[in-house]
């Protein structure tokens, strides 16, 4: 299970990174001194015209910058892309967080088809979630944090 922490140690540091929350240095002070905006989480992809598809019109992203080849979609504050490329990287997962259970079960309800069980409660890390596929084979994640969390990403 080390491994697994690990992994998801690195995923909470990405999704910081996309959601525009600066990394604190020693100082306590942001670590991004240099006008950083947020980041980007990109996936290589052969199946571009399918992806948009899914992620625009099933899953509800706002395409943020189309630059042919490569799409950037927007869902709240999060901002990843994909980018049309002769291999795939599968590895990587997107999690998409609600505010409360009904939020992770309407998604349920809309991917029902391609989720790998029903949304259930995860008592190690207090959340409730399930997990799906994208058209390419890729984990896609919906969850609900099960406890208090700070929503105010403007203040860091």
């Known amino acids: 299970m080390k491994g697994y922490w690990w992994m998801m140690t690195g995923w909470l540091f990405l999704l910081a990174g996309a959601l525009g929350i600066p990394a604190m240095g020693a100082t306590g002070q942001p670590a991004d001194k240099e006008g950083g905006m ?11 015209p399918e992806l948009r598809e899914y992620y625009g019109e099933r899953l509800g992203c706002t395409v943020w910058l189309d630059q ?3 799409v950037i979609f927007r869902y709240a504050n999060m901002l990843f892309g994909f980018c049309q490329r002769d291999d795939v990287r599968m590895d990587g997962m997107i999690t998409f967080f609600f505010n409360d259970r009904a939020g992770v079960d309407r998604h349920y309800e ?8 029903p949304p259930k409660d995860n008592p190690r890390y207090r959340i409730y979630h399930f997990f799906a596929t994208d058209p390419e084979g ?17 203040r860091y």
């Open 110 to 117: 809309k991917f029902k088809d391609l989720a790998q069980s």
């Open 38 to 48: 947020g980041g980007i989480i990109f996936f290589r992809t052969q199946k571009l």
């Open 138 to 154: 890729r984990t896609i994640e919906f969850q609900y944090f099960d406890h208090p969390i700070d929503w105010d990403f403007e």
């Open 68 to 70: 042919q080849d490569c």
